[in-house]
């Protein structure tokens, strides 16, 4: 943002900056997960935002909250991964680990980096083991044109444990296996496009997840841009010749206009978000 670089870390106690009055104040084993701003240039603090707050826990230690190991600033918003204990609230949404010991899951999120206000929040779930060092965690992250998410990360057990995404769960081979997805489609791996109807540039719609869009011109290179109701450019992604997915899980539901256009040809299509 500008000259301005963002540190995100998480603390269960009280945290004072150096040459700055902000603090943030955390309880006992209940972490704050924060976000720092500072000016690049003098290495000021400019503002400490709370991402997400620790609530309760029913594991052996009593922790709770959220420890970022990857962070992404990307002009639509922050990006942030690791792990995460107990119950912990992300902006609006709470979720809770899966397993009562010290075993971590997994967590994605996005952020407002100026109000910390979440868009949304996914998890993975580590299935219970007795391995102390079981968990699993979000270790590097990237977002897509596509308003999508490339996670990269571990999941540690004995062989046979198991960490659940979404649909999707993997086994444990060794003591630590390493894995990679793709928030928004299935396990990362291109996909087939749902049959469109005849002649379609956008379908499905209405859309819920994702929309796929197709240029309309035969171009081979066209930009979409997604406009909301006020007018306003939500997401705009390149276009080659072949159908595209576009993640809108994001976006709030209600009536949007996707704009194709390439050299000089135009096209608009009208959107329709559900939830």
């Known amino acids: 943002m500008g000259s301005q670089l963002l540190v995100a870390a998480a603390a269960d106690s009280v945290v004072t900056f150096s040459n700055s009055p902000l603090s943030l104040t955390s309880r006992l084993a209940h972490c704050n997960t924060f976000v720092a701003g500072y000016e690049q ?7 400490v935002t709370t991402l997400a707050t620790g609530q309760s826990s029913t594991n052996a230690f009593g922790k709770s909250g959220a ?18 204990l107990g119950t912990t609230q992300f902006g609006t949404f709470t979720r809770t680990a899966a397993a009562a010991f010290y075993i971590p899951d997994a967590f994605v999120a996005k952020f407002d980096p100026t109000t910390g206000a979440c868009a949304w929040v996914v998890t993975a779930q580590t299935a219970p083991s007795t391995n102390v060092f079981a968990g699993t965690r979000i270790r590097g992250l990237a977002a897509l044109a596509s308003g999508e998410v490339v996670a990269v990360g571990e999941f540690m057990g004995w062989p ?23 928030i928004g489609l299935v396990n990362g791996l291109p996909e087939t496009p749902e049959a469109a109807p005849a002649g379609a540039t956008c379908w499905p719609n209405p859309a819920h997840e994702q929309v796929w869009l197709r240029p309309p011109f035969g171009a081979a290179t066209t930009t979409a841009t997604i406009f909301d109701a006020t007018g306003r450019p939500v997401k705009t992604v390149a276009l080659t010749a072949d159908p595209q997915p576009v993640a809108v899980a994001d976006l709030p539901a209600g009536v949007y206009v996707v704009r194709f256009q390439a050299a000089r040809q135009q096209q608009a299509v009208r959107l329709v978000v559900q939830r």
């Open 160 to 182: 046979g444990d198991q960490a659940t995404f979404g649909s999707t769960t993997l086994t444990i081979l060794g003591l630590g296996d390493m894995f990679m997805g793709r």
């Open 67 to 84: 420890i970022p190991l990857a962070v992404g600033q990307y002009p639509d918003g922050l990006y942030v991964g690791g792990e995460f």
């Open 41 to 47: 240039s003098t290495g000021s603090l400019t503002s």
